[in-house]
C-alpha cells in the first residue's frame, strides 16, 4: 500500500525533521488515484506527493513539506541551482527543472537542496564525486558531523513513532498532526 511505502520512507518529512523525501515506487494499475487520495490528506497540512520522473515500471515520488519552505528558499542554494541553469523565481518553475535534469542519463547532485539537505554536505557531494565522506547515515555527511548524527538520531524516533501511528490506523493527516504538537 502506497500510504506505508511513504510512511516507511518519508517519515522524517512527515515528521517536520526534513523538507522532503523520495521515493522509488513500482507501478500498479490504481498507483495514480492512490496518489491523489494521499495528496486529500497532505494537502490538509500544506504536504504534496509529487510525480518526478516515472516509466512503465517505476514512479520517483517527491514529498514535500511545504511549512518547511524556509529550508530550501535561501539565497546560497538558490544561487548554485541558478548556476546549473535552474530557474530560482518560484519553487514550481525550480522542480519543472528539476524534472528536466531526472530525464537525462546524469542524475543531479543538486538534488540534496530540494531534500533539505544541509548546504555544506550537499556542496561537499557535488565537489567530491559523492566520495571521502566524513560519515554516512542519511545522506553523505561532509561537514558538521556531530549535528549530522543528533539529526540520525531524531530521524530513528520519528521512524518509531510513525510506524507505530500507522500500526495503530491513523492516517497520514492524524500522523503529521502528532508530530506539530
Known amino acids: 500500500m502506497l500510504k506505508d511505502i511513504i510512511i516507511d520512507h518519508c517519515y522524517p518529512t512527515l515528521s517536520n525533521l526534513k523538507f522532503a523525501n523520495m521515493v522509488s515506487v513500482d507501478y500498479y494499475d490504481s498507483i495514480y488515484k492512490d496518489i491523489l487520495d494521499l495528496n486529500e490528506d497532505l494537502n490538509r497540512s500544506n504536504f504534496r506527493l ?30 548554485i541551482l541558478k548556476s546549473y541553469g535552474y530557474p530560482i523565481d518560484n519553487f514550481n518553475n525550480s522542480l519543472t ?35 571521502d565522506e566524513m560519515y554516512t547515515g542519511k545522506w553523505k555527511v561532509y ?32 500522523i503529521i498532526n502528532y508530530f506539530k504538537e
Open 143 to 174: 561537514s558538521n558531523l556531530e549535528e549530522a548524527k543528533k539529526t540520525f538520531a531524531k530521524y530513528e524516533i520519528a521512524k518509531c513513532i510513525a510506524k507505530e501511528l500507522s500500526l495503530q490506523g491513523k492516517s497520514l493527516f492524524d
Open 50 to 79: 509529487i510525480i518526478l520522473k516515472q516509466n512503465s515500471k517505476k514512479l520517483l515520488l517527491y514529498l514535500v513539506n511545504l511549512n518547511l519552505m524556509d529550508t530550501y528558499d535561501n539565497e546560497k542554494s538558490k544561487s
Open 97 to 131: 527543472f528539476l524534472k528536466k535534469r531526472l530525464s537525462t542519463n546524469d542524475f543531479p547532485h543538486e538534488i540534496g537542496f530540494f531534500l533539505g539537505y544541509p548546504y555544506d554536505d550537499v556542496i561537499g557531494f557535488i565537489n567530491c564525486n559523492g566520495k
